[in-house]
């Protein structure tokens, strides 16, 4: 059962999307219109438990008047606005955007993006084979989550969780500037040696996989990974009174990783250190 | 929030530096030295903890002005005192270009390799080549003294008040040594007893004026032949007659007075001054704020650096002004970290006008009060962008908001703030003792007032002009005195674009370089002969994007990259060879200008694009 959270009724935004008149309820951006009207927008930083940052400027769309492109992700309605999704500008916008970071990132492990690539005709290779990369490699220094930071793509989504919208742990900051600026703790130093709590809300954001569950990251290592083969069961936690819902993933009757739904009302998808990685005695057959 | 500190230690020397600024600390939990019984009763969070924010850039300043980096100790030190994390802390500090986090000589020479120095001949210092003993010798995009090209900057930490310490700044030998910079050159000057300005004279000569003295100046008339150290010699010159005249006409009647005047910001956007500031006081949100943008970073551009150098009291009273009108009781000028001269200057002229009652509670007996603080940039040309420039005196990273909300609703602290640029503020005081019919009256129709132009590069007479709008370029470079072998001239700086010395004849306003498919920006104008071949040009001003990009945006941090890339791959080809490279420029530049969140990447592919549409680059 979900709760339904009481509040004054909304008023509703009417405008233009695609010369189609939508409505929204106040407040609401462009991308809840287009996704009510069932227009397939690429998005990358929005994540729908956090505000987004409109940083990687996929989800853009042209706004009737304006002179340049807008965010569809954070940009707010208007009443009277004249919206297009999808004209030959905001097409051209959203496939440089994608070959930019195809041709700087690994995007192997992001949902969807390869579709994305084909149906916006995205050419990464055309910026040559010496096309500056980021170049990092994996970050291993605990046992409980990885940080590839080669798949990065900035989005920012690991740093609002870790901060202010969630988990108030600032354990992580963007660092550095332009090209060079990356995700870090301070002085750039290692996990352990961070005011990091292990609680797994940056990975559960990640939208990338640039951060994963140590057990993804070795079995994907180790070409045993299999999505399709895992069974996703949603239970209640039973470290504490809380009553956080977990998400288990299983393959091979082995808990690979732990999410938590995001329209949960009590977590909206966060959990704690012992919720996401605390699993281990489930499984011990000794 | 719960914070967790490293267990690096500051040095004596860091923990001197910051607690000069904040004073010593209260407790062992802020990190004094001793433990005392009073810590266990000692609590200090939430709001009055975390609201020293704002100190945390004046404290990097505070130590990399010391020691001349930031050590693990000493920013774990600072981030205890102010409540901050250390990981954002860390993020704010290498966000700027003039703050080290490795060890590093305490004197720091940034050589400036941009666009009017490398016309005047100054080499990056991969080519440069030669290291000096005790001197740590960086690049630095433009360092804004254009008119002295080619030039450095010197930086040496220390304690204040034991010398050298002070930055001081001396244009270079001509021609660059080739074997690099002679330690001995930008010596410093005895550090006079002088509160103002060491090398008063050079000030006081208006070398930067080659107008000086010229009756006909409006915004100019007083630098070079005023002492900008003199409160009274200001007055003599007709200083504070528009301040007065505002308490006269009070405050909506100022903001009618400046739109009716048809005054627009100068900064490059062209946006209304009246209507910014009549958007502002109409805010029902408190406090208001008014935030000077003295950030001028474009390549080329040092008008606001003259101004605030030569007529300091000048931007005192036209802040003072806009704050009157706007209803703000605090200012903030954000002044550029290179500039340290005019911040010698603006600092004793500000602390004059407190002294005499121009500023602080009840200016003029009017019951109207007012003060302003500057806050010193640390090389982020980005922060000259309004909303990155709030987050970096918030002590933020940098970055730019997206807009809407615009800061006139939410800026500074998110309450209602009007910016307006050096140069916009200036404006404000001949609309006033003119009026805004004779003001008006001034220019074209669409462009009105008088207007700087930054003229650099090779011409004779490099330095600030003031003309009224509508002038043509050619009448402009006519003053400046251009050779006969003038290939192209920039107007608008890394952001604005190239023109051929076939268009002489474009007008020198708004209208008149929109019409002509080019743009005024903040009025460089940079005249660029044979003598450095066109492609180098354009990969600096690839590379000064690059390096300036915030990265917070796919389109403009990757981008700027691959736009640097392609110019590089085609520096020495032509025609058919280039014409590959050519469309994927085309087609990088158009998503950095359509779907970049700020004006930064908005811009960063105009002036290539101008070389290669109008001046045939590469064809």
């Known amino acids: 059962m979900t709760a339904i959270p009481l509040q004054p009724p909304r008023r509703l935004v009417e405008f233009t999307l695609d010369g189609e008149p939508v409505r929204v309820p106040e407040g609401g951006t462009v991308l809840d219109a287009c996704r009510a009207a069932g227009k397939d927008v690429p998005t990358l930083c929005e994540g729908d438990t956090l505000k987004p940052k409109n940083a990687c400027r996929v989800c853009v769309v042209e706004v009737e008047g304006a002179r340049t492109l807008a965010p569809a992700c954070s940009r707010r309605a208007e009443p009277g606005m004249e919206v297009r999704t999808d004209t030959e500008r905001t097409r051209h916008s959203r496939r440089l955007v994608l070959e930019l970071l195809a041709s700087s990132v690994d995007l192997s492990t992001t949902p969807r993006v390869a579709a994305w690539l084909k149906e916006y005709e995205a050419e990464p290779d055309r910026f040559g084979p010496d096309a500056a990369r980021l170049g990092e490699s994996p970050r291993v220094d605990n046992d409980l989550y990885v940080r590839d930071y080669d798949k990065c793509i900035l989005c920012y989504k690991c740093v609002d969780a870790c901060g202010e919208q969630w988990q108030n742990s600032f354990a992580i900051s963007v660092v550095g500037r332009g090209f060079d600026a990356r995700i870090a703790v301070e002085h750039d130093a290692p996990l352990t040696d961070s005011a990091c709590v292990y609680c797994g809300n940056c990975v559960e954001v990640c939208p990338t996989g640039a951060l994963s569950f140590k057990s993804e990251f070795d079995m994907r290592a180790a070409g045993t990974w299999d999505e399709a083969a895992q069974t996703r069961t949603t239970t209640v936690c039973a470290y504490c009174g809380v009553g956080c819902n977990l998400t288990l993933h299983v393959q091979d009757n082995e808990i690979v990783k732990v999410t938590s739904p995001h329209d949960s009302p009590v977590t909206h998808g966060n959990l704690c250190i012992k919720g996401r990685f605390g699993y281990q005695h489930v499984q011990n057959r000794d | ?619």
């Open chain 2, 1 to 619: 929030m719960d914070l967790r500190f490293g267990d690096s230690k500051p040095t004596d020397e860091e923990r001197d530096a910051v607690d000069a600024l904040l004073g010593p600390p209260e407790s062992a939990w802020e990190g004094a030295d001793d433990r005392s019984d009073a810590d266990l009763r000692w609590a200090r969070g939430g709001r009055a903890a975390r609201d020293r924010r704002d100190l945390l850039l004046p404290g990097l300043h505070a130590l990399n002005d010391r020691v001349g980096w930031i050590s693990e100790g000493g920013l774990d030190y600072l981030c205890r005192r102010l409540t901050v994390p250390p990981a954002e802390a860390y993020g704010v500090a290498t966000f700027y270009s003039m703050f080290s986090l490795k060890p590093r000589e305490r004197t720091v020479v940034r050589v400036c390799t941009d666009l009017a120095c490398a016309v005047r001949g100054a080499v990056p210092s991969a080519e440069r080549g030669g290291a000096v003993a005790g001197v740590t010798v960086e690049d630095s995009p433009c360092l804004g003294l254009c008119e002295r090209a080619p030039a450095v900057l010197t930086i040496r930490a220390g304690a204040p008040g034991a010398p050298p310490r002070t930055p001081n700044r001396r244009s270079a030998p001509r021609p660059q040594a080739p074997d690099g910079l002679s330690p001995a050159h930008p010596a410093p000057a005895e550090i006079s007893a002088r509160p103002a300005f060491e090398d008063e004279a050079e000030g006081r000569r208006g070398e930067a004026v080659p107008q000086a003295g010229d009756p006909a100046l409006i915004l100019l008339r007083r630098v070079g032949v005023v002492d900008p150290a003199s409160l009274d010699d200001y007055r003599a010159h007709g200083g504070y007659t528009a301040l007065r005249r505002a308490f006269a006409l009070g405050p909506a009647a100022v903001i009618r007075e400046v739109t009716d005047a048809g005054l627009v910001g100068r900064g490059g956007a062209a946006f209304p001054t009246g209507r910014k500031w009549q958007a502002t006081a109409a805010q029902p949100d408190h406090p208001h704020y008014l935030v000077c943008n003295a950030d001028e970073s474009e390549p080329g551009t040092f008008k606001d650096r003259v101004l605030m150098e030569g007529d300091p009291y000048a931007l005192v009273e036209s802040m003072t002004i806009a704050a009157y009108a706007v209803g703000a009781r605090h200012g903030y000028l954000y002044l550029r970290g290179e500039y340290p001269r005019a911040r010698r200057t603006l600092e004793h002229a500000i602390g004059e006008a407190r002294a005499r009652g121009l500023l602080g509670e009840d200016i003029l007996g009017q019951g109207f009060s007012f003060d302003i603080e500057i806050r010193r940039g640390a090389g982020a040309y980005i922060c000259g962008e309004e909303t990155a420039l709030f987050n970096s005196i918030e002590g933020y990273r940098g970055e730019p908001r997206s807009k809407p909300p615009f800061p006139v609703e939410k800026g500074l602290f998110g309450k209602p703030t009007a910016e307006n640029n050096v140069e916009t503020l200036v404006n404000v005081l001949p609309v006033l003792t003119l009026g805004a019919a004779a003001y008006a009256a001034i220019g074209t129709p669409k462009s009105t007032g008088p207007k700087l132009f930054c003229v650099s590069g090779a011409v004779s007479r490099p330095g600030l002009y003031e003309l009224p709008f509508g002038a043509t370029l050619g009448d402009l470079l006519g003053l400046a005195g251009t050779p006969d072998t003038l290939r192209a001239i920039l107007l608008g700086g890394a952001a604005g674009g190239f023109v051929r010395p076939d268009e002489l004849d474009i007008p020198l306003t708004f209208e008149g370089t929109r019409e002509a498919g080019t743009t005024l920006g903040s009025g460089v104008v940079l005249a660029i002969d044979d003598s450095v071949p066109l492609p180098r040009l354009l990969l600096r001003v690839a590379e000064f994007f690059r390096d300036e990009s915030c990265g917070q945006c796919v389109p403009c941090r990757v981008g700027t990259v691959r736009q640097e890339e392609a110019l590089h791959r085609i520096a020495d080809r032509r025609g058919a060879a280039a014409a590959a490279d050519i469309a994927l420029l085309r087609d990088v530049g158009r998503a950095m200008r359509d779907a970049s969140i700020c004006g930064l990447g908005q811009a960063a592919w105009n002036a290539v694009e101008s070389a290669i549409d109008r001046l045939g680059a590469y064809a």
